[in-house]
């Protein structure tokens, strides 16, 4: 299961997206919440797992997102149990050392390959390029990718010091090395 694109959505809100005059109900995080515990009880029933990832833009957008810095969504994410996130341009919204707070205060590991710190050309320390998961027996290597146009998109001031590289090296630098470290499947989660 992946969500992305949450937006701090995790309140119940009428969706006017859909039908401004008569606007359905969304549940919100307590809807995803009961859909997730549905799921993982039924693959419990089947000896199956499941793996519940988050691809970025976690928190902006919503009074609940911005009014806490997104340290809500993060007590969200930390509650349902999520495995790991990627972060997205809008994460950076509120400046990098928020970004880095929201990583550090994660039960779940940030994963990104591409995101250095340009004075030292090395990667921040509050994320890690990859990720090796097993499952029932099946070792899966993770590269997280952020989208390099984030560089372009957010304010200077909130990204400063950080290099967004591009894409295609990362991922094949880390596809590789995973590899090598006997993934049996590598999966992509980019934002």
Not at 43 to 56: I, M, R, S, T
Not at 93 to 119: Q, V
Request: net charge negative; charged share 20%; with cysteine.
């Amino acid at each position: 299961l992946w969500t992305n694109d949450m937006h701090g959505h995790i309140a119940p809100e009428p969706a006017r997206f859909m039908n401004p005059a008569f606007p359905p109900p969304l549940g919100g995080g307590a809807s995803a919440a009961n859909y997730i515990k549905e799921v993982r009880a039924k693959a419990a029933a089947n000896n199956e797992e499941v793996l519940l990832v988050d691809v970025g833009d976690t928190f902006q957008g919503t009074p609940i997102g911005n009014k806490t810095q997104g340290e809500a969504v993060v007590k969200y994410y930390n509650a349902i149990g999520y495995d790991f996130l990627v972060p997205g341009n809008h994460d950076f919204d509120k400046g990098r050392e928020n970004t880095e707070r929201l990583a550090r205060m994660s039960d779940f590991p940030w994963i990104c390959a591409n995101l250095y710190e340009k004075e030292t050309g090395t990667y921040v320390d509050w994320v890690q390029p990859t990720l090796m998961l097993e499952f029932q027996g099946i070792k899966i290597g993770v590269v997280g990718i952020i989208t390099p146009g984030t560089a372009s998109m957010s304010f200077p001031e909130h990204i400063e010091g950080l290099d967004f590289r591009p894409m295609p090296p990362a991922v094949i630098k880390h596809r590789d090395q995973l590899l090598d470290e006997g993934a049996d499947l590598i999966f992509l989660a980019i934002h």
